[in-house]
């Protein structure tokens, strides 16, 4: 099946810890994203992609890094530097950059 | 950037019409409306879009006002399965590449 997948669905991170967080997708999608939802929030956005090799910060990107090796992968770190990781971490995909965006299920990152 | 206003919450029958409305009055002319919706701790899932023609697709309908200030969403036959939270979107280009904004969307109860 086409899709996008992340993962781990839930992630616990001890204080100064680096995470990283999985998005494949095998829509042979250009663009990638990464948005943060905080509860009853709207989404943020991270970091996008739209194309390999190349990135750009979204509104949010202090305390998160990211790369694109690969058209298919997006990782994203959750580095110590990010003092208040705890959030649901979603990724999206589209063809084009102004194009649907089409979502994962999501990753909920807690600090222990 | 274009934003949107929404209603916080609404209620509706299961199998009555759910009219969701939507405000961008600073919205641009070359810029679309799009509808996402997400069902609790879910990923975004992509509705409709539209840039000034009415649009009609098996998910739900999209009317935009002639001057292009306003929208409304209609789940034409709501069912408890459409409980989500309805995001209203103004597709922006900035210098920097691609942003989307997403504000804290409409929270819809259909009621049995």
């Known amino acids: 099946d086409g899709g996008i997948t992340q993962s781990p669905k839930y992630l616990f991170r001890k204080e100064g810890q680096n995470v990283t967080l999985s998005c494949e997708q095998n829509l042979n999608h250009d663009a990638m994203y990464w948005y943060r939802q905080d509860p009853g929030q709207g989404l943020r956005l991270i970091y996008y992609s739209q194309i390999v090799n190349d990135f750009q910060k979204g509104d949010i990107a202090e305390g998160y890094s990211v790369s694109r090796e690969k058209k298919e992968s997006f990782p994203l770190t959750v580095t110590s530097a990010q003092k208040n990781p705890t959030a649901f971490y979603l990724c999206?995909?589209?063809?084009?950059?102004?194009?649907?965006?089409?979502f994962g299920p999501g990753t909920r990152l807690l600090v222990l | 950037d274009a934003k949107t206003t929404q209603p916080t919450s609404m209620d509706c029958a299961e199998g009555r019409a759910a009219n969701l409305p939507c405000n961008h009055s600073?919205?641009?002319?070359?810029?679309?409306v799009y509808w996402y919706r997400q069902i609790h701790s879910q990923g975004p899932q992509y509705i409709i879009h539209?840039?000034?023609n009415n649009e009609t697709n098996e998910m739900a309908s999209l009317i935009i006002t002639e001057d292009r200030k306003s929208s409304t969403l209609i789940l034409p036959h709501a069912t408890l399965r459409d409980t989500a939270v309805y995001y209203c979107i103004v597709r922006v280009l900035n210098t920097g590449g691609f942003k989307t904004i997403f504000g804290a969307g409409t929270r819809l109860f259909v009621k049995a």
């Open positions: 999206a995909s589209s063809m084009q950059s102004q194009e649907t965006q089409y």
């Open positions: 539209g840039l000034k």
């Open positions: 600073t919205i641009s002319g070359n810029e679309y």
